[in-house]
């Protein structure tokens, strides 16, 4: 059986026994493998910050085709992304950043998409440290670029560019026009945001000064369309929000 090589983002980690370790890797490729690491919790030749959450490693594994979980023979930390593991907000934000992609990462199918937006979005955490609006960027971003949301933000019924008002349906994420949906609270701000994010980037974005309020009222939207229509219970988003 050959050599396999990987290299990817530890998207899930857990313990098992007293010496080994389990974990998935969300690959460049695109595809999640589950991997079985023996004996690495009592090496001394192998780190174990490897198969640490959002560490980026190369794995070799002998891979079987009628397997799930491979057996990893070598890993490799290529990166630990230092800073975005600095404190507690900043764990449970990349947490929360892993468990996100890896709920909308479907089994058995390559999407190399998510993971450069994973690794973008870690990178980002690591250089600019921990800002309320990575929150909202990631979850938009990733929704567009896995189909789940347009990146047009136009009246969801008739098609009419939104200018000064919006109605927003938060469960389907959509927004319509004063004609289509009247007398409704108007989110033309947050329907200004999403475009904003849309086509800004980061660290453009985050030179701009936004209102703390807009910011977690769209992440609110977001968080609402998870559950709602992708019936997503993200235990990481609950502990960041109780320290946020």
Not at 40 to 62: F, H, W
Not at 205 to 217: C, Q, R, S, T
Not at 228 to 237: Q, T
Request: net charge neutral; hydrophobic share 35%.
């Amino acid at each position: 059986m050959p050599l396999a090589k990987h290299t990817g983002l530890v998207i899930e980690s857990r313990r098992l026994g007293e010496a080994d370790q389990e974990f998935t890797l969300l690959c460049d490729t695109g595809l999640k493998k589950k991997f079985i690491s023996k004996g690495i919790q009592k090496s001394k030749s192998r780190t174990i910050l490897a198969t640490e959450l959002g560490s980026k490693v190369s794995v070799d594994s002998y891979d079987h085709a009628r397997k799930e979980i491979f057996h990893c023979k070598e890993i490799h930390l290529e990166e630990r992304f230092e800073n975005a593991k600095s404190d507690y907000i900043h764990i449970v934000t990349l947490n929360s950043f892993c468990e996100i992609t890896r709920e909308l990462t479907p089994e058995g199918e390559a999407e190399p998409i998510n993971y450069l937006f994973l690794l973008a979005a870690i990178e980002a955490l690591n250089k600019y440290s921990f800002q309320t609006i990575i929150l909202p960027f990631f979850k938009l971003r990733l929704l567009a670029n896995n189909g789940y949301i347009s990146k047009k933000f136009y009246c969801n019924k008739c098609e009419e560019e939104l200018v000064e008002y919006a109605s927003l349906e938060a469960q389907s994420l959509s927004f319509y026009c004063k004609n289509c949906k009247p007398n409704r609270e108007n989110s033309i701000g947050i329907h200004n945001f999403f475009r904003k994010m849309f086509t800004t980037k980061y660290e453009d974005l985050i030179k701009e000064h936004w209102n703390p309020e807009l910011i977690a009222m769209s992440d609110e939207v977001l968080n609402t369309f998870l559950k709602s229509s992708l019936n997503l219970k993200l235990k990481s988003l609950e502990l960041l929000y109780q320290q946020a």
